[in-house]
C-alpha cells in the first residue's frame, strides 16, 4: 500500500467554491495557463493568467470533477469549452469581497500518450496579452517537426 496521498487541490477548490456559492457571492478562479492541459480562449489571457467567474449564473453548465474544471461560458458572444486542471488554479475567490484563498501552481509530470510521443516537445513562443477592446490575436505555437503531425492546433497551452 502506498503512501502516496492525491492531491488536495481538488477538494480546496470544491469546498471553497460551495462555501462562496451557498453565500450568494460570485466565485472566481485564477488560472496559470501554462500548466499543461489548460484550455481557455487565449486572447483572454494576460500576463499568463485568466480570471474566470465560474459561478452557476455566468456559465452554461460546470462540472467540477476529480482533476479538472469543465465548463462553457460565451467569450465575445462566442460560446467556449473551458478545461482546467486544478494543479493551475492559483486562487478561488468570492468578488465582492475577496474572501477565499490562494493555492500553489502544480504542475503534472510529463506522461507519454498518443498525442504527445516520448521524447516530444512543444513550446510556447508567445502567449499575447490582449486588452478586452483589442482585436483577439492568435497565440503563436511552434513544435517540433516529431509532433506537428500529433495534434492539431487548439486552445490548449502546452509547457515542457
Same mark, same amino acid.
Given at each position: ?19 462562496i456559492s451557498d453565500n450568494d457571492l460570485t466565485p472566481y478562479i485564477?488560472?496559470? %495557463? ?21 459561478? /452557476?449564473?455566468?456559465? #452554461? ?7 479538472? !474544471? @469543465?465548463?462553457?461560458?460565451?467569450? #465575445?458572444?462566442? $460560446?467556449?469549452? !473551458?478545461?482546467?486542471?486544478? #494543479? ?17 501552481? @502544480? ?11 516520448? #521524447? /516530444?516537445? %512543444?513550446? !510556447?513562443? /508567445? ?22 503531425? /500529433?495534434?492539431?492546433?487548439? $486552445? ?5
Amino acid at each position: 500500500m502506498s503512501n502516496e496521498m492525491t492531491s488536495n487541490k481538488p477538494y480546496i477548490v470544491r469546498a471553497f467554491y460551495d462555501w462562496i456559492s451557498d453565500n450568494d457571492l460570485t466565485p472566481y478562479i485564477v488560472v496559470d %495557463v501554462s500548466v499543461y492541459g489548460v484550455m481557455v480562449p487565449a486572447a483572454y489571457v494576460s500576463d499568463g493568467q485568466i480570471v474566470l467567474n465560474v459561478s /452557476a449564473a455566468a456559465v #452554461g453548465s460546470i462540472a467540477l470533477g476529480d482533476e479538472t !474544471i @469543465e465548463l462553457s461560458a460565451r467569450f #465575445g458572444g462566442k $460560446l467556449e469549452m !473551458i478545461s482546467i486542471p486544478y #494543479g493551475a488554479i492559483a486562487a478561488i475567490y468570492a468578488k465582492e469581497n475577496g474572501a477565499g484563498t490562494s493555492l500553489p501552481i @502544480e504542475h503534472p509530470e510529463p506522461a507519454t500518450s498518443a498525442e504527445a510521443p516520448a #521524447g /516530444a516537445s %512543444v513550446k !510556447i513562443s /508567445a502567449v499575447q496579452a490582449v486588452d478586452s477592446n483589442d482585436t483577439a490575436k492568435p497565440t503563436t505555437i511552434k513544435a517540433d517537426s516529431k509532433t506537428s503531425k /500529433a495534434k492539431k492546433p487548439s $486552445l490548449s497551452v502546452v509547457k515542457k
